[in-house]
């Protein structure tokens, strides 16, 4: 299913980066901003992720994101809201 979702995702958007680590991937891209995907599973692999990443936005909504983010160490900072200007 993964790699149907990432063809689908470099049929849509401008993909320039992508890496694996053990099972997991990082992909950024940019599609009306520039934006970083990650999949995982394992906790050891998002540490190693997390060492390559100085920062994450994380719609607060998300719960089980948010609550990964801080167990990896990521400290709650400040609320982003994004906009369009017509």
Known sequence: MRV????????TLQLYYIEKVGNSVIIKGTSDRDWIYISSESKEELQI?????????IEEKNEKSMKSAVSLGFKKDRVV???EIE
């Open 81 to 83: 809201n994004w906009f």
């Open 49 to 57: 992720i997390k060492g390559k990443l100085p920062f994450v936005h």
């Open 4 to 11: 149907v979702r990432l063809i689908s995702l470099k049929l």
